[in-house]
């Protein structure tokens, strides 16, 4: 069984127990012919797939009352009844589970994002950020001022939120930011494993 989950950017696959990850123009050149379960945030996409895709994202049930709510994060979200699930890609997405309802949740810009924001504020800003930069101590150039400036408030604002709390990671930097959490778990797979259990749950009912 291939699961395949559709963003903006890239197209990530999972088939027993692998993952690899496509960009959108990789994508749209790949033809597959065996059947694909998918859910996708890219409606433009969505539109152009073969009748062998299948699109589960009708197959959640998934209890919130937030409006809006993109199905990336509720398969990240499906297999956690108490915790704290961040997806950190493009956006770091940030959603609280308690006894199997979500909360609510909120969405940061991602790592990179930042980078484009400090660029179009002067040229002399247009640095890369660095992950690794000394987050202890104030920096003293302009180039660790950026990445200080960038990475610190974003670990402040999802300490304050997840506290002690067992806290989900997931997404491109997921690995990174767990290392800053006691109570971390770094699974890349998190949104597969939510697709997998959807996709079981519909199985029962017929």
Known sequence: MILCDIGNSNVDFYHDGKLWSQSITEFKKARLKESVYF????DTVTSQLDKNYIN?????????IYQGMGIDRIAACY??????IIDAGSAITVDVMSGGLHMGGYILPGINSFQVCYANISSKLDKTINPNVLLDALPQKTEDAISYGAIKP???ILQ??????????????????????K?????????????????ENKNKRL
């Open 39 to 42: 859910i996708s945030v890219n």
């Open 79 to 84: 297999t956690v009844n108490d915790g704290i």
């Open 56 to 64: 589960i994202e009708e197959w959640f049930n998934f209890d919130t």
């Open 154 to 156: 974003m670990i402040m």
């Open 160 to 181: 304050d939120t997840c506290k002690e709390k067992t806290v989900y990671f997931t997404g491109g930097d997921g690995k990174y930011f767990s290392k800053f959490f």
């Open 183 to 199: 109570k971390s778990v770094y699974d890349r797979s998190l949104i597969f494993r939510g697709m997998l259990k959807a996709i």
